[in-house]
Antibody, heavy 115, light 112 residues
Framework: EVQLVQSGGGLVQPGGSLRLSCAAS????????MNWVRQAPGKGLEWVSG????????YYADSVRGRFTISRDNSKNTLYLQMSSLRADDTAVYYC????????WGQGTLVTVSS | DILMTQTPLSLSVTPGQPASISCKSS???????????LYWFLQKPGQPPQLLIY???NRFPGVSDRFSGSGSGTDFTLQISRVEAEDVGVYYC?????????FGQGTKVEIK
C-alpha cells in the first residue's frame, strides 16, 4: 500500500523558514516524480513544486520560486520542501503527492505564517 | 499558465440521481504522445484530495464505476451516474500537460 506520511509544519513568523518532510513507502520511491501542492484556508488547490525521480530537475510555481526548495533523498525515501522568506499568504495546508498524476497524497500539514 | 474553469461551482443532488461537472481549459490538453492530460479529484471533508480519473477518461483503481470522465481538447466532463451520500465533497479538475499544473476552482457537491 502506498503511504505518504508528512511531518514538519507549524507556526512561523513572517520572514522565517520551515522544512516539510514526506516519508514514502509502499512503492519504489526513486522511480517516481513527486510534488508539493498547497491549499490556503477555505480555498482551492495550488501546485507549488515538483521534482523528477532522480532529483536532478526541479520546478516551481512563480509564487514560491526563489524562496522554496524542493529536494529528495532516494536512500531515505523522503521528499522535502525547504521554505524560506515565508509570507502570510504562504499560510496553507501543504500536501505531498506522487507522480505526474498526483495519484496518492499525504495527509497534509498546516503551515501558519503569522506574527 | 493554463486556466481551468469549472461549472457549476456548487451542485445539490438527490441520492440516486446523476450529476455532471464541466471543466474547460484555456489551451488544448492533447499531447503529441496522444494522451490528454486532464485529471479529476474529489476532496472529501477533512481529507486530502483523491484521484478519480486520469488522462481524461481512465478510472483510477478502486474508484467506483459510477464515475466517468469524457471530453477532448479543451472541454471535459465528469459524470456521476447515481450520486450517493459518500460522494459529497469538492471536485477539482487539473491539467498536467504543462507546468505549472493548474486546477479548476472546485465544484462543491451536496446531497439534497
Amino acid at each position: 500500500e502506498v503511504q505518504l506520511v508528512q511531518s514538519g509544519g507549524g507556526l512561523v513568523q513572517p520572514g522565517g523558514s520551515l522544512r516539510l518532510s514526506c516519508a514514502a513507502s509502499g512503492f519504489t520511491f526513486s522511480s517516481y516524480a513527486m510534488n508539493w501542492v498547497r491549499q490556503a484556508p477555505g480555498k482551492g488547490l495550488e501546485w507549488v513544486s515538483g521534482i523528477i525521480a532522480t532529483g536532478f530537475d526541479t520546478y516551481y510555481a512563480d509564487s514560491v520560486r526563489g524562496r522554496f526548495t524542493i529536494s529528495r533523498d532516494n536512500s531515505k525515501n523522503t521528499l522535502y520542501l525547504q521554505m524560506s522568506s515565508l509570507r502570510a499568504d504562504d499560510t496553507a495546508v501543504y500536501y505531498c503527492s506522487k507522480d505526474r498524476s498526483l495519484d496518492h497524497w499525504g495527509q497534509g500539514t498546516l503551515v501558519t505564517v503569522s506574527s | 499558465d493554463i486556466l481551468m474553469t469549472q461549472t457549476p461551482l456548487s451542485l445539490s443532488v438527490t441520492p440516486g440521481q446523476p450529476a455532471s461537472i464541466s471543466c474547460k481549459s484555456s489551451q488544448s490538453l492533447l499531447h503529441s504522445d496522444g494522451k490528454t492530460y486532464l485529471y479529476w479529484f474529489l476532496q472529501k471533508p477533512g481529507q486530502p484530495p483523491q484521484l478519480l480519473i486520469y488522462e481524461d477518461s481512465n478510472r483510477f483503481p478502486g474508484v467506483s464505476d459510477r464515475f466517468s470522465g469524457s471530453g477532448s481538447g479543451t472541454d471535459f466532463t465528469l459524470q456521476i451516474s447515481r450520486v450517493e451520500a459518500e460522494d459529497v465533497g469538492v471536485y477539482y479538475c487539473m491539467q498536467s500537460i504543462v507546468l505549472p499544473k493548474t486546477f479548476g476552482q472546485g465544484t462543491k457537491v451536496e446531497i439534497k
